[in-house]
């Protein structure tokens, strides 16, 4: 059994910080790593070692396996967690953490492998029994064999990565007469993105929801399944709110989805947090699409629903312990929304925004919860994604769930960096989110009604300046309350604002 006392959370930002807290409380010492970039982020000061690992570019810093390792070495590390993103679904890195005699915490090389490569996901997955989306069983080696291939599923269809994941060299053709252009156009994309061009071609589904099943597997061949979550509102394969359980998913469908994942995960020898995602068509039919060999962004509105800590539970596998859930009790309890805050505007195609977080009041009460990576006087820069925090709430129902995203929305505020807070507010007051009416064109269709009467930052500067001046204004006219002891109040950031827009700069 391995004795795991140390480990080095190879990741930064919200996710690191997690993995850190996680470690604390199964007795554990976690050590950070951090790029020139990250001198100051929380997670840095929330572990207890942190290591240097070079300059922000990610290539240079939180990608470069030899820089882990030997971080991981040099502080007599037991073993590594990848967090998800950079390094957590190279099957190469999982084989360094092993061969330097540390553990990963995750699954195999094997399984990542087999996982990472479409076509033979697709065949373990059929093997095993689980729904996959009619389709090729070998990659197409040219625009002969992709019209063939194209004849037989019948139009529309999607080309897809061998290599891929995440949305990167698809094409979705329509008719014969797209297809040469779009062969083309799939392949180079795939190359340049993977270093791999082959495609392979599915039948496309109209109008699904992206369905996904969170799994845990552990050493003495015990896997379970912990329900879904709906992940169906994103934006160019990046998801922007998910939520547990879905409305469109019954007891005998969850029970259905649940035993696929379970064969997904036992046919690859699974260890670990796992996640099975699928399509769910309108017609209640599910598809498997992918497997994802890593802890998810979304994992925190499972943990709500199941009352399962899932970062604990995997570092108990990977100490060799067995998983504390049991299938045959879980039940979902209640619900789970999750909004993810990023540095983007709405309003200019959600372009990534950089700057510092000037001002940051976090939303507080009954169930909600933070997971942020980013503090007063972070600077949000292009290195990284633009993840500032997740917003999770909880509620009995799914109705009280989003009244309080709204009053945990509204608590929020972030100055200094434009952020998705009012785009997400208009989400939890639409009507069709409301009901729970989405696939993964909601934010499409959506789109126009969402982004209108944002107030731009041109107008609200002078009117909370104004508002800042007022108070003092008053505060000085008023009697002096007693002054507290303690340390002296920091001056409001838009009192400030207001005296250099006074002066005019
Ligand atoms: C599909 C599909 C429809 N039919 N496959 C997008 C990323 C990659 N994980 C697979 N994706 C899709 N595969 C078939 N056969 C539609 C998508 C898709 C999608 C899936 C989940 C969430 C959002 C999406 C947005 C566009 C397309």
Same mark, same amino acid.
């Given at each position: ?36 970039? #990250?001198? %100051? ?22 990608? #470069? ?17 990848? $967090? ?31 996982? $990472? ?38 139009? &529309? ?60 597997? #552990? ?114 309890? $209640? ?19 950089? $700057? ?34 997740? %917003? ?16 945990? %929305? ?19 007051? #639409? &009507? ?74």
């Amino acid at each position: 059994m391995p004795t795991i006392k140390r480990v080095l959370v190879a990741n930064r930002g919200e996710i690191a910080l997690r993995v850190i807290r996680a470690c604390h409380e199964e007795g554990l010492t976690a050590v950070a790593v951090y790029s020139e970039a #990250d001198r %100051l982020s929380p997670h840095v000061r929330a572990a207890d070692m942190a290591v240097p690992i070079g300059p922000a570019p990610a290539a240079e810093s939180y990608l #470069d396996i030899a820089k882990l390792v030997a971080a991981a070495r040099d502080t007599q590390c037991d073993a590594v967690h990848p $967090g998800y993103g950079f390094l957590s679904e190279r099957a190469p890195f999982a084989e360094a953490v092993v061969e330097a005699g540390l553990v990963f915490i995750g699954p195999s090389a094997a399984a990542i492998r087999a996982m $990472g490569d479409k076509i033979e996901a697709r065949r373990r997955m059929q093997q095993a029994g689980v729904p996959v989306v009619p389709g090729s069983t070998r990659a197409v080696a040219d625009h002969v064999q992709a019209r063939a291939e194209a004849a037989r599923l019948g139009y &529309p269809v999607l080309l897809k990565a061998v290599a891929g994941g995440g949305g990167k060299g698809m094409r979705l053709v329509r008719e014969e007469a797209e297809l040469d252009s779009a062969f083309e156009a799939a392949t180079g994309e795939a190359l340049k993105a993977f270093g791999a061009g082959e495609v392979y071609l599915e039948k496309y589904l109209e109008r699904p929801r992206h369905i996904e099943i969170q799994i845990l597997a #552990d050493s003495f061949g015990r896997v379970v399944a912990l329900g879904e979550r709906e992940c169906s509102i994103q934006r160019r394969h990046q998801k922007l709110i998910e939520e547990a359980p879905s409305v469109a998913v019954t007891p005998p469908l969850r029970r259905r989805m649940s035993e696929s994942a379970a064969s997904a995960a036992g046919a690859v020898g699974y260890l670990g947090a796992g996640t099975i995602e699928f399509l769910l068509a309108p017609s209640g039919e599910f598809y498997f699409l992918e497997m994802n060999t890593r802890l998810q962004v979304e994992h925190p509105v499972t943990e709500l629903v199941y009352g399962v800590d899932i970062v604990r539970e995997q570092l108990r596998v990977a100490m060799g312990q067995p998983l504390r859930v049991h299938a045959g009790t879980l039940q979902p309890r $209640g619900h789970a929304i999750e909004c993810r805050i990023t540095a983007e505007d709405p309003a200019n195609d959600f372009m990534p925004a950089t $700057g510092v977080v000037q001002y940051l009041r976090i939303p507080g009460g009954p169930g909600v919860r933070w997971d942020g990576g980013v503090e007063e006087g972070n600077e949000i820069t292009t290195y990284y994604d633009s993840l500032i925090a997740k %917003l999770i709430v909880w509620g009995e129902t799914r109705g009280v769930a989003l009244e309080r995203m709204r009053r945990a %929305l509204r608590e929020l505020a972030i100055v200094g960096i434009p952020s998705s807070q009012a785009f997400h507010l208009r989400v939890m007051d #639409d &009507p069709e989110f409301q009901r729970g009416d989405i696939d993964i064109t909601y934010l499409e269709r959506a789109g126009a009604r969402l982004l209108v009467g944002e107030p731009s930052p041109e107008l609200l500067r002078p009117l909370a300046a104004v508002a800042a001046l007022l108070a003092e204004q008053a505060a000085a006219s008023a009697p002096t309350p007693p002054q507290p002891a303690g340390p002296t109040v920091r001056p409001s950031v838009w009192l400030a604002t207001a005296r250099r827009e006074a002066i005019g700069q």
